[in-house]
């Protein structure tokens, strides 16, 4: 595991009936993978000018294995999957703290883009800070 943030699920979180909406894991995704980046001065919004090239999300998927309810704290949970040759995953577990449940996984696939928005090849650098990551 890369990094980690626990949260506890809101109203705002869950359907009528006190569920997590499957649609809520994603923006809680991308702010642990956000605040990861950043951490380790890979910004987003500096990344064209700093480095020549940015990153472009291409798929996500989520895969919802336990009932995740109004109140329940979930620690996400952030590694490094596949590394190609212009893309790279990122994976997600999400798991209820109470019992540690694993209530739901993740992966989102990332690719390195030119300001062309046209993808190339992993940067030498970067690469090898990728396969520093996957082997921590």
Same mark, same amino acid.
């Given at each position: 595991?890369?990094h980690?943030?626990?949260?506890?699920?809101?109203?705002?979180?869950?359907d009528p009936?006190?569920?997590?909406y499957?649609?809520?894991?994603?923006?809680k995704m991308e702010?642990l993978?956000s605040d990861?980046?950043y951490?380790?001065g890979?910004r987003q919004?500096q990344?064209?000018?700093?480095?020549?090239?940015? @990153?472009?999300t291409r798929?996500?998927?989520? !895969?919802?294995? =336990?009932?995740?309810r109004?109140? $329940?704290?979930i &620690?996400l949970?952030l590694?490094?999957?596949?590394?190609?040759?212009?893309?790279?995953q990122?994976?997600y577990?999400?798991?209820?703290?109470?019992?540690?449940?694993l209530?739901?996984?993740?992966? @989102?696939t990332?690719?390195?883009v030119d300001? !062309?928005?046209? =993808?190339?090849?992993i940067?030498? $650098?970067?690469? &090898?800070?990728?396969?520093d990551?996957?082997?921590a």
């Amino acid at each position: 595991m890369l990094h980690s943030d626990t949260r506890r699920l809101s109203y705002n979180d869950t359907d009528p009936a006190g569920i997590l909406y499957y649609a809520s894991w994603f923006p809680k995704m991308e702010a642990l993978l956000s605040d990861f980046m950043y951490r380790n001065g890979y910004r987003q919004d500096q990344s064209l000018d700093a480095r020549g090239w940015t @990153t472009v999300t291409r798929a996500t998927e989520c !895969e919802y294995l =336990a009932a995740a309810r109004l109140f $329940d704290e979930i &620690r996400l949970e952030l590694a490094i999957g596949a590394i190609g040759a212009t893309s790279f995953q990122f994976a997600y577990r999400m798991v209820r703290t109470d019992d540690d449940v694993l209530v739901s996984r993740a992966k @989102t696939t990332i690719v390195i883009v030119d300001s !062309e928005q046209r =993808a190339i090849r992993i940067p030498a $650098d970067f690469r &090898r800070q990728l396969e520093d990551w996957a082997a921590a």
